[in-house]
């Protein structure tokens, strides 16, 4: 019998999270992605009825991610009450994922220690980057500006702390196929 490994992958924004996910799943991982939950959830109208309970400015009808962001940036501490609602569906979910997935999982959150995750893994791999290379992939991404990638690098807490509690850490200025191979050989 195959027993079943969880690793985390987290990081800051731009540092390659994604990367190391889908060269997971190339390697037969099953991935969960947090953010792609998170925006799952935007779509759903139960959720935004939710939101829009503290959110007086959620339309339910043209949901506005980036007003919601704006709101945020602008009333700090709304932030903490969003999260209460989205990250016990988003852990919901990975608990779901993880029940169905049967050898090696992969839960991607950028909050991985900040929302406890960590607590589902075996192993924690952090991605990491040159601020350089990490502002760069950034600003490449639609909808994205210094003011963005600075409000949301806030948001997603201390590089060093993240690494400090790592099992790996995941350098993702390399080529692809140098990442590949780091990979391969942490899964042995």
Known sequence: MISKKVIGITGLIGTGKTTVSQILEDFGAKVHDADKTVHKLYDDNDVLREISQHFEY????????NALMESLKAY???????????HPKVRESQLDFLSDCAELCVLDVPLLYETNAHELCDEVWVTHCHIDTQRKRVLARDGFDEEKFQTIMAWQGDDAWK??????????????AALEQHVRTLLG
Not at 58 to 65: A, P, S
Not at 76 to 86: D, F, G, Q, T, V
């Open 76 to 86: 700090p501490e709304r932030r903490a009450k969003l999260e209460s609602i989205i």
């Open 163 to 176: 690494r400090d509690k790592a099992t790996h850490i995941i350098d993702t200025d390399k080529s692809i």
């Open 58 to 65: 959620v339309d339910l009808d043209n949901f506005d991610r």
